[in-house]
Each structure stands twice: as C-alpha cells, then as structure tokens.
C-alpha cells in the first residue's frame, strides 16, 4: 500500500455467472442432430425464466415452447435447473420432476484456456448416453452448448441465456 491504486483483477467466469444468474429473464436454443443421431431432434425453441435464490444456489425455472423443423405447431418444455455455486466451480442439477428426484448433472470448472468458459469436469453418464456442457460468460448473459453422445444419439443443443 504505497499509494498505488490497486490492480483492476479480471472477474472469473464463476464470478460472473455468479451475478448473471439471477437477472436472467429468457432462453432461446437450437437442438441438431449428427450424423450417428437416430432421434431427428433438429428444431428450435424458446422461453422465459423464473428465478429463485436460495442460499448459495439459483433456481432457473424455464417454460417455454419447442419446435421441429418443419413443423408448424410447438411443444410446451419446462425444466428447472439448480446452479450451487462454489469458489471453485458449480454444481448443475436438473430438478424438473422435484427437489427430491433431483439429478445431479456434473460440475463446471473453468477452462484452463478462458477465463471466460467454464466446462464439465465429467461426462453425466445417463444410461449409455454421455452428456457434457461448455459454457461461455456473454455480455448479456451466457451459451450453454450441450453434446449428448451415446449408441442412439449424437446432438448438439445451444442454448441463449439472456438477462433481457
């Protein structure tokens, strides 16, 4: 302390999310199917977010409407999502069919690379399907992109999390 201002630090993307967490008001996302998919899932989807804190974590409960591609009607979704939020890293659980059937999705660290992309640190084993998720901080909010591979499967899911 010798009278020289302190460094400007660059904020951590879990610090960020952290605050942009609980001002989200809507999604949007894109689901596409590879080549090896067998489900045909291509389509597109959007909605609103209801969020609850709760200590160190954040609810997201999302509804909104999905869409196959050449369809001309949607689908309605909901899902809810629990971020807990640690120094080191944050726990996503998928809570859509209540507290106590709560799935505990993987943990996202931040990428060795970018401070501003967090990854899972293990694939979330579903049957013999892998899902893993990288998240990237925006300005606005955050994508979400999602892989889901197993012997049936092979999509890819972008998600638009946006504060307005």
Known sequence: ???????DEKLTAIIRLRSILPKLSRFAFSA???QASETGWNGQGEGTIEVAREGCSIKLFESGIFTLDGQNRGVPMRNVYRWDIHA???ALSH??????????????????????????????????DAYSARLA?????????????GPRK??????HYRIR
């Open 95 to 128: 809570e859509r069919r209540g507290v106590a059937d709560a799935v505990s999705l993987f943990d996202l660290v931040i990428d060795g690379s970018d401070d501003d992309t967090l990854v899972n640190v293990e694939a979330h084993q579903c049957a013999a």
């Open 154 to 159: 092979d999509e890819r899911l972008l998600y």
């Open 32 to 34: 596409r199917s590879g």
């Open 137 to 149: 901080v925006q300005p606005e909010g955050f994508d979400l992109e999602w892989r889901i591979i």
């Open 88 to 90: 080191d890293r944050i």
């Open 1 to 7: 302390m010798n009278g020289q201002p302190c460094k």
